[in-house]
């Protein structure tokens, strides 16, 4: 079992920055790929970006893409989310989640079994 914990969300005007970070404790996550999924009012929950085993790997939706950027510390067992450029489209629940399945982080969210609880960021226009 891995417990996760996002912090570090918040509001923040459109072009503005937030740095998420998920920390994990429990079994340690360095066997998981690690992922961050968010959602918005009324929508479904939506793959933003996920990170290898290693770190090596990196994957992003393409309405991040080159605006965000997903980081792991092994050591501290934590996975960063560094958002910037943001747009009120951005604006939702975002979570972090460990993918128990593939060594990559998959873009599906049923390859992933561990979740953390939450973080709200709001861009304001």
């Known amino acids: 079992q891995v417990q996760l914990v996002e912090s570090g969300g918040g509001l923040v005007q459109a072009g503005g920055s937030l740095r998420l970070s998920c920390a994990a404790s429990g079994r340690t996550f360095s066997p998981y790929a690690m992922g961050w999924f968010r959602q918005a009012p009324g929508k479904e929950r939506e793959f933003v970006t996920a990170?290898?085993?290693?770190?090596?790997?990196?994957n992003y939706a393409d309405s991040v893409k080159g605006r965000f950027t997903i980081s792991r510390d092994n050591a501290k067992n934590t996975v960063n989310l560094q958002m910037n450029s943001l747009k009120p489209e951005d604006t939702a629940v975002y979570y972090c989640?460990?993918?128990?399945?593939?060594?990559?982080?998959?873009?599906?969210?049923?390859?992933?079994?561990?979740w953390g609880q939450g973080t709200q960021v709001t861009v304001s226009s």
């Open positions: 990170i290898s085993r290693s770190g090596d790997v990196t």
């Open positions: 989640a460990a993918d128990v399945r593939t060594s990559y982080g998959s873009r599906w969210s049923r390859d992933y079994d561990f």
